[in-house]
């Protein structure tokens, strides 16, 4: 299958279309919500939620016998939710650290769920065949009214971050100042928490339980390195997610036998790989040639600074020194040519004849006033 | 009980064990989510060595899934070093990447093979002694107890060989350090024990019931001592009442026998957070009450002597006046009097109360401090 025909199914192949809107609007939203469960510490708390969905997606069915999504989807938020207060009361009420109670919850809860949906797979009038795909997530399965429900919870969502936009965003960096302030710092906390389990919950039909925490952590870590304002990262999340959501279900779609939720996430996996090697102040690479520049640039004033030391040492005359004894005076001769070349392209040094150097009017005020700064 | 369900047992016994023994020290170390991590990234490991031999039962497989154990503790490491991302935000990024890229090589070039990704994370005990180890033609019995009553001798031996040194590096690691213990190596070789154990016992009983075992019973564990000891030993034992009453649940409602397991460590928990001698939350409730009722008899006696003159005592030591004097209800007015008159500590006469000797001293012990 060729890429023109991939972005022509894009649009008008109604399985590839609705898969593709689904993941884009799960990006979106698990992007957004994810930016702040990174910045609170709370990166795995994703993990563990939606392992406990389980649970809560298998008594919904057993209460109901019914399969709409919204009330399964009802299901899982009442037990993620469920999960999330037991794990805070753990924490606050014995020794027990965080790690030891998301494993917990997680584990325990995805037992529970499991060991309810074998009972319920052997009930005589057994109409619950599906329930499992949230266990792996079949985004191939989506249908247009999943993703119509999909997208009207996610615009609630996101209305309500942007309703409280600067409440979550106070308690985010500075719950302390937050409560002081007399904001409800714990009812905002619960409500920052129910928006990240409805992100976790919409995900958990598309990419399943295991990979649905991959879709809240990276396509935040990722935007994360880009920005330092919370705004951009929200933005950018989002972005990423929906990007790693479309791209994944086009390259799924492109071959036989490829499961559309692991591509996904590879896909925002390796997003955040690039950003955290390319990202502009952050990245890895960045880094690496910014501290090349710096360490360039330090090794150019030395030798400026030597180059005006010999021409106060000859005040008489106008001439050159040669780059064999400003090597010798450098601590790292290797570095002079290059330091040499450099302080030509600022100005600051010529080449009076060949490999005779001297100072630059503009290179002795510069000389100068290094000097005097570092007195 | 027929054997194949005493073979299971002692199985699911045997893993209980092998994964609370490591656990310990997953949860005082704080990184019980490693165990998360790897039980699901020893998939790729399996998967990778499967390729490679081209069989199911090649002990390459352990190797293999060992090993991509220690390197999702390198890669989670590498990532947090880079400063780039937080430890949790580095563990949720790397396992969920490793276990995509399994899920997809098992989908494409495996797919008519028995190795599904529903096995490996729900695991399936019930089979487990279909699968004998026959040498000259005598049964030997199943042979997922050989594996995982190896691991278990394995993480005993570690752990005892070791004892002294990871209790240092997991109380005091500047300590151990500067002793000449290396935390870093005390630390590979726990996670080494971790994916031995997580790839041994997940072939038996799933990846969500590796990671159960591994933190719940130890978690529980931790509420009922403060000795490193007997928390392993109350781990274990934990972890066995666990296996063992979840297997009879699973045969009851004829569910998952994994799911059931990890719902009773998740009952153990619960029972041991509710009931725990000293820090279970209904002595905490009781610690508190009984700190309130203290306080309450200490304010009485003060408030009594404080107005032991005549003209006031008429108005201000009456039984139906303390709510008002000291805001306490009606019902808790009461309630603290009888104490203190049980205790001897007043009298009440007529309705109006007065100290004893020993409701005086107390009062004065508090005054002068």
């Not at chain 1, 928490?193 to 958990?204: C, E, F, K, P, R």
Request: proline share 3%.
């Amino acid at each position: 299958m060729d890429i023109s025909q991939l972005f022509y199914d894009l649009f008008f192949d109604y399985t590839l279309r609705t898969v593709a809107l689904g993941s884009a609007i799960l990006g979106i939203v698990s992007g957004a919500l994810g930016s702040f469960a990174v910045l609170r510490k709370q990166s795995l708390l994703g993990d563990a939620i939606s392992h406990a969905a389980l649970p809560g997606i298998v008594l919904a069915f057993l209460l109901t016998r019914s399969r709409e999504p919204v009330i399964l989807m009802l299901g899982a938020l009442i037990a993620g939710w469920l999960a999330t207060l037991f794990m805070l009361n753990v924490v606050n009420t014995t020794r027990i650290k965080n790690d030891s109670a998301l494993g917990l919850v997680l584990s325990v809860f995805f037992g529970f769920g499991l060991m309810l949906l074998t009972f319920t797979q052997k009930l005589p009038d057994a109409t619950q065949a599906g329930l499992d795909k949230f266990l792996f997530g079949q985004a191939a399965t989506l249908l247009q009214s999943d993703v119509v429900t999909m997208g009207i919870i996610s615009v609630i969502a996101l209305a309500l971050l942007m309703a409280f936009w600067k409440e979550f965003k106070l308690i985010t960096f500075d719950p302390e100042y937050a409560a002081s302030l007399g904001f409800p710092v714990r009812f905002l906390d619960v409500l920052l928490t129910t928006l990240l389990v409805v992100a976790i919950v919409i995900g958990l039909q598309t990419v399943g339980v295991v990979l649905m925490s991959a879709m809240i952590v990276a396509p935040a870590a990722a935007a994360r390195q880009w920005t330092d304002k919370l705004s951009l990262m929200v933005i950018l999340g989002g972005l990423f997610g929906a990007l790693s959501g479309v791209s994944g279900t086009l390259i799924s779609g492109s071959m036989e036998r490829l499961p559309t939720g692991p591509v996904i996430v590879l896909c925002v996996s390796v997003i955040v790989l690039f950003s955290m090697l390319f990202a502009t102040n952050r990245g890895l690479v960045w880094n690496w040639f910014r501290n090349l520049q710096n360490r360039r640039q330090l090794r150019a004033q030395a030798v400026l600074a030597d180059l005006s030391t010999l021409a106060m040492q000859h005040p008489d005359e106008e001439r050159g020194h040669s780059s064999a004894v400003l090597r010798a005076m450098s601590p790292n001769p290797d570095g002079v040519s290059l330091a040499l070349k450099r302080l030509e392209e600022q100005g600051y040094a010529r080449e009076l004849s060949k490999d005779s150097w001297a100072l630059t009017q503009s290179g002795q005020d510069e000389a100068g006033k290094e000097k005097k700064e570092a007195e | 009980m027929s054997s194949a369900q005493f073979e299971i047992l002692l199985i699911a016994s045997f893993v209980a064990v092998a994964c609370a023994l490591p656990g310990v020290f997953l949860v005082l170390r704080r990184m019980a989510m490693m165990s998360d991590a790897i039980s699901h990234t020893v998939l790729l490991g399996i998967v990778i060595a499967f390729f490679i031999t081209k069989s199911l039962t090649s002990p390459l497989l352990l190797i293999g899934a060992a090993l991509m154990g220690v390197l999702t503790v390198s890669l989670v490491e590498l990532l947090n070093r880079t400063q780039l991302v937080r430890e949790d935000a580095a563990i949720g990024l790397v396992f969920p990447a490793i276990f995509s890229i399994a899920v997809i090589l098992i989908s494409r070039f495996a797919g008519n093979v028995h190795i599904d990704t529903d096995a490996v994370l729900l695991g399936e005990l019930a089979f487990a002694p279909f699968n004998r180890v026959k040498l000259f033609g005598l049964d030997f019995g199943p042979e997922a107890l050989y594996i995982t009553g190896g691991i278990l001798l394995l993480n005993i031996i570690f752990i005892a060989a070791f004892y002294k040194e990871l209790k240092l590096a997991t109380f005091d690691a500047a300590l151990a350090a500067a002793l000449g213990f290396s935390p870093i190596l005390i630390h590979y070789a726990l996670m080494t024990s971790v994916s031995l154990t997580a790839v041994g016992a997940f072939d038996a009983v799933g990846s969500v019931l590796v990671v159960a075992f591994m933190i719940a019973p130890p978690a529980a564990a931790y509420l009922l001592t403060d000795r490193l000891s007997r928390m392993l030993i109350y781990s274990a034992l934990i972890g066995i009442f666990s296996a063992v009453s979840g297997y009879w649940l699973a045969y009851l409602l004829d569910a998952s026998i994994a799911g059931s397991m990890a719902t009773m460590t998740g009952a153990s928990f619960l029972l041991s957070y509710l009931l725990a001698p000293e820090r279970g939350l209904l002595a905490q409730a009781r610690r508190r009450q009984n700190q309130r009722i203290e306080f309450a008899l200490t304010m009485l006696t003060m408030h009594i002597a404080n107005h032991t003159a005549a003209h006031e005592a008429e108005i201000e030591n009456e039984v139906v006046h303390l709510n008002e004097h000291l805001k306490w209800t009606p019902q808790f007015a009461m309630e603290v009097v009888g104490i203190a008159d049980r205790m001897g500590l007043v009298q009440q006469r007529e309705g109006l109360l007065t100290l004893t000797e020993s409701g005086l001293k107390r009062a004065n012990q508090e005054f002068s401090n």
